[in-house]
């Protein structure tokens, strides 16, 4: 980490508002190490502003799963719930492990919404450009 600050304060006076930018590397990478590859997941480009995060989750129901955004985080992850002892279980073959996944968003991506069908829960989002960041052309005067 010591070099990509190193790096960054040699770029700084060429560089504005990316003061925060290697403390959300940071996170990633150190996070990157806690998560193994459950549930799996595929990211989809519906068109240049829209996504889709494709979560695999067979044998959940909606009340087994918390999505929640906060500040640059998406966390989806599982409610640990009681086993119904009414119910006997002769072979367990579809795991039902339990899980939280983090997915790192920027600050113009706003989540739209989710759902599950056919054991696949879709996270919808959209990049929202506000218009400082369109682009424009300059009037010389």
Do not use: C, W
């Not at 190193?6 to 940071?26: K, V």
């Not at 909606?62 to 009681?82: A, G, M, Q, R, Y």
């Amino acid at each position: 980490m010591t070099n990509a600050l190193t790096i960054f304060n040699q770029l700084r006076p060429h560089t504005i508002g990316y003061d925060n930018i290697f403390d959300h590397f940071n996170d990633m990478f150190e996070s990157s190490g806690l998560q193994n590859n459950y549930p799996p997941y595929d990211i989809i480009k519906q068109s240049d502003t829209k996504y889709d995060i494709q979560v695999a989750l067979a044998g959940y129901s909606k009340e087994d799963i918390i999505v929640e955004v906060k500040e640059n985080t998406l966390t989806i992850k599982s409610v640990k719930k009681d086993d119904d002892d009414k119910v006997e279980i002769l072979h367990r073959g579809i795991a039902k492990r339990f899980f939280e996944r983090h997915f790192t968003i920027a600050d113009d991506v706003k989540v739209n919404g989710a759902e599950l069908k056919n054991g696949l829960l879709i996270v919808s989002l959209e990049r929202i450009i506000p218009e400082r960041k369109k682009p424009r052309t300059i009037t010389i005067k």
